[in-house]
């Protein structure tokens, strides 16, 4: 077979790696550590069959999780197979439903011109819903709403489309999880599950369509398959059931999306007919795989494995911690603007956290500094859709004059301040010279502009104006999200990370406050001349940047230097994930720390800062992954106090207990439960580690905590 790689040129294969590409037939599982080439094993395998077994490429699937990876993925094997040998079967999961559907979809009454609708689409069907049914979205979000939808699609998938999606579906609409269905076949609307349960469908409900789709895909491949859900793995199950040859591409270890579905325990159980594990890392120091190592062993749902590398070691790790939020940022912006000194380059950077909000005093330290940097894939803090939102309101407040300020905020909320009024506005500010929000008020008695929205808002910047010379930025920025109703509308805006990132901009004020001696100083004008630097930080396309970035953006990137931010217990682990999801929650949060760990080639800081958790005055601790890691693999800085570990420790037996308290004698096997969506079922068996139920209904079996089930 070809040794020629077309990212990396001449490439060889490890003997593992070999061993994988060679295994052709049956079922093969493959355990790839991160940085253990497996991306280049699939291509290599994919020219293995096409070119030294003689396969045509239209019988074989490989699957991705993402396009971009299916582009890359298709790129390298364009470079190791003959031109045409590269077909539209390298593609994601979705992908490949939507082209089966295509050519079957006909077989229910639906037109191959279908729609598929993407998380905004949802919404919006969801709110026509909601709204017809009178249902209060201060009460139920539409993003609530969806995930009652997914759990009533994914009870029964064949009950679901044949009451409710397929043209001869009755017209009526009992409730109104059915009427967004309805709403759905209207337009003959699929979401990205129904791709899945569709095609799932299909192949169940027409033996010639699954006859000729399980004989055409002698062999399918399937990369990052520790991300697939249930029905993935059911819909794989039916394609490879002709010829047996299913490859699977994966490692439990970085299984960091159970929250949106995904199984790895179906991975981990995998009876494969060949079995390898891929250990050998091409890109980390021997340091920073011990470190990962360590931590990810103390996980309980995974195929054992230690990552090893023939790299030498250049710097050890460092573990830092600050006596603040503020030195915490300091020490990463000294660190990265010292290695820019000493000839590294921005990109070299990468600094990762658990969560949005947690960017923010690292953006302003790196700006103040002028280091350039960008928020990989989403936008700067101050850029943020609802700061901007708030920092608007109070720009409007100082002063009458900022027309760019009232056009953004006038009609949010909603006020019946449309287009068509701000038109009319406009012209009569141009007429007489005067800004926007001067203008209004002297028109506000006019028949065009005299509305009760119209009066509250000009009453609510006037009450605001008349506050802050004696009120803190932080608390007025308080006033004006109730009385704007402002919070409520990001509460209805079902984005949980809008309200972090605006209590963390209150907390940013907060900061502001404390560090000004001078009242003066600590006014309104003086905070938003401050932040300006922030709003208006310049922004131009420059890839030689600094990179910050959620852990969740970063699996698959790979970094000279990394930063892991935040390392605080309750933040990261995320103590909210391990309540909704006990030990399951604890090892996925594991698995996120391995995974911003392994980004790392060549050199790993970690920090955390003392303080204060949130709003409730509960003290600050370093995070139980840093106690995981062997001290002799860290340079420590910043003094941490032994007592804070034991901070840790009581915050963790504290959390423990917590969710230990109650009646803890598992229901046994047969108990009669009955859940809101599900019904009434019996429960099959527990699972000590998860503390969850396998309960069995009418049609299906499902795994499930305690505090969603009732006794009957």
Request: aromatic share 8%.
């Amino acid at each position: 077979m070809g040794k020629r790689d077309a990212a990396t040129g001449p490439v060889r294969l490890n003997a593992r790696q070999t061993q994988a590409v060679e295994a052709s037939e049956g079922r093969v599982r493959v355990v790839a550590g991160a940085g253990s080439g497996k991306t280049r094993v699939l291509a290599h395998r994919y020219a293995f069959l096409v070119n030294d077994l003689g396969i045509s490429p239209g019988n074989i699937l490989c699957l991705t999780f993402t396009n971009k990876a299916a582009q890359e993925m298709k790129r390298r094997i364009s470079g190791m197979v003959d031109r045409g040998s590269v077909n539209d079967f390298i593609c994601t999961i979705h992908s490949f439903c939507v082209k089966f559907l295509r050519r079957e979809i006909y077989r229910i009454g639906y037109p191959k011109s279908f729609t598929v609708i993407d998380e905004e689409d949802a919404k919006q069907l969801a709110k026509q819903a909601m709204g017809e049914f009178g249902v209060d979205r201060r009460k139920l979000t539409a993003e609530r709403f969806l995930t009652q939808v997914a759990a009533l699609k994914g009870y029964d998938i064949d009950a679901y489309i044949q009451r409710h999606l397929l043209p001869a579906s009755p017209a009526e609409c009992p409730d109104m999880l059915v009427r967004y269905m309805r709403l759905q076949l209207k337009h003959y609307a699929l979401d990205y599950d129904d791709l899945i349960y569709f095609t799932i469908y299909i192949l169940n409900h027409f033996p010639d369509a699954r006859e000729y789709w399980t004989d055409k895909l002698n062999y399918i491949m399937v990369d990052e398959v520790q991300d697939c859900s249930a029905d993935d793995w059911k819909l794989l199950g039916i394609l490879a059931e002709r010829h047996g040859n299913l490859f699977v591409v994966g490692d439990p270890d970085q299984a960091i999306y159970e929250w949106r579905g995904a199984n790895p325990s179906i991975f981990v159980r995998f009876k494969a007919a060949t079995d390898i594990i891929l250990n050998e890392n091409y890109r980390s120091t021997p340091d920073i795989l011990e470190i990962a190592n360590s931590i990810i062993a103390n996980n309980r749902n995974r195929v054992p494995k230690e990552l090893y590398t023939m790299r030498l070691n250049e710097r050890r790790a460092v573990y830092r911690h600050a006596r603040s939020e503020r030195e915490e940022a300091d020490f990463i912006a000294d660190t990265i603007e010292e290695g820019i000194k000493q000839g590294d380059s921005p990109r070299d950077f990468a600094v990762l956290y658990r969560s949005t909000f947690m960017s923010r005093g690292i953006e302003q330290q790196l700006l103040k500094r002028k280091i350039p940097y960008s928020v990989w894939g989403g936008v700067r803090f101050f850029e943020r859709k609802e700061i901007k939102d708030v920092i608007c309101y109070l720009r409007l407040v100082a002063s009458d004059a900022d027309d760019m300020a009232f056009a953004r905020i006038v009609n949010l909320p909603a006020r019946k301040f449309g287009a068509t009024s701000m038109g009319r506005l406009r012209a009569l500010a141009e007429q007489s010279g005067q800004p926007l929000m001067t203008t209004l008020r002297q028109a506000v008695d006019t028949p065009a502009f005299s509305r009760p929205q119209t009066r509250a808002f000009i009453e609510l910047i006037d009450n605001a104006r008349r506050l802050a010379p004696s009120m803190p930025v932080s608390e007025l920025t308080d006033r004006i999200l109730n009385d704007s109703r402002l919070a409520d509308h990001y509460r209805m805006d079902e984005r949980e990370d809008r309200l972090e990132n605006i209590a963390e901009l209150i907390g940013s004020m907060r900061e502001f406050e404390l560090s000004r001696d001078d009242d003066d100083d600590r006014a309104l004008d003086a905070y938003l001349q401050e932040i300006a630097l922030y709003t208006n930080a310049d922004s131009a396309p420059d890839k030689d940047k600094v990179k910050l970035m959620t852990i969740h953006q970063s699996k698959g990137l790979e970094f000279p230097t990394v930063f892991v931010t935040g390392l605080t217990e309750g933040a990261f682990p995320n103590h909210r994930s391990i309540r909704e999801r006990r030990q399951d929650g604890e090892e996925e949060e594991r698995r996120l720390m391995y995974v911003a760990v392994t980004r790392a080639e060549s050199m790993l800081y970690l920090s955390e800062s003392e303080g204060y958790l949130n709003d409730n005055g509960a003290l600050k601790y370093p995070s139980r992954f840093i106690s995981e890691i062997p001290e002799v693999l860290l340079t420590v800085e910043g003094n941490p106090d032994p007592q804070l570990f034991e901070g840790t420790r009581r915050m963790v037996s504290m959390l423990n207990s917590e969710l230990m308290t109650g009646d803890d004698t598992p229901m046994p096997p047969g108990t009669a439960v009955e859940h809101r969506v599900f019904g009434r079922g019996t429960v099959v068996s527990y699972d000590p580690a998860a503390r969850s139920y396998r309960v069995k209904f009418d049609k299906s079996e499902r795994d499930l905590v305690a505090r969603v089930l009732t006794r009957i």
